[in-house]
């Protein structure tokens, strides 16, 4: 199975900073991830892509957060990275790390993890 850790949510400031985490494991299948990313879900608010990144390096920002967002990852980890500068109020919301990836002989878009808190105060 696949299991996605997230970390790094809290409580900051306006104009602070949050960095996310999450890793990627699986078991019982090989295991090749296609392209990471982070979503985001405000109270009363659909869910919104904010950041993604391929295994190749290419990355992909919500017009939101750029500017202020990085996405990065390390593959030899499986793990995808949100650095998150000059944070806003309205970036408060749930942040859930989703992965496309090969597993098995079968490429699924549809793993999330548990979902994170980031809370921003005026």
């Known amino acids: 199975q696949v299991q996605l850790v997230e970390s790094g949510g809290g409580l900051v400031q306006s104009g602070g900073s949050l960095r996310l985490s999450c890793a990627a494991s699986?078991?019982?299948?090989?295991?090749?991830?296609?392209?990471m990313g982070w979503y985001r879900q405000a109270p009363g608010k659909q869910r919104e892509s904010v950041a993604s990144?391929?295994?190749?390096?290419?990355?992909n920002y919500a017009d939101s957060v750029k500017g202020r967002f990085t996405i990065s990852r390390d593959n030899a980890k499986n793990t995808v990275f949100l650095q998150m500068n000059s944070l806003k109020p309205e970036d408060t919301a749930v942040y859930y790390c989703?992965?496309?990836?090969?597993?098995?002989?079968?490429?699924?878009?549809?793993?999330w993890g548990q979902g994170t808190q980031v809370t921003v105060s005026s």
């Open positions: 989703n992965v496309g990836a090969v597993y098995g002989l079968q490429f699924r878009n549809d793993y």
């Open positions: 990144i391929t295994s190749g390096g290419s990355t």
């Open positions: 699986a078991s019982g299948n090989i295991f090749n991830i296609i392209v």
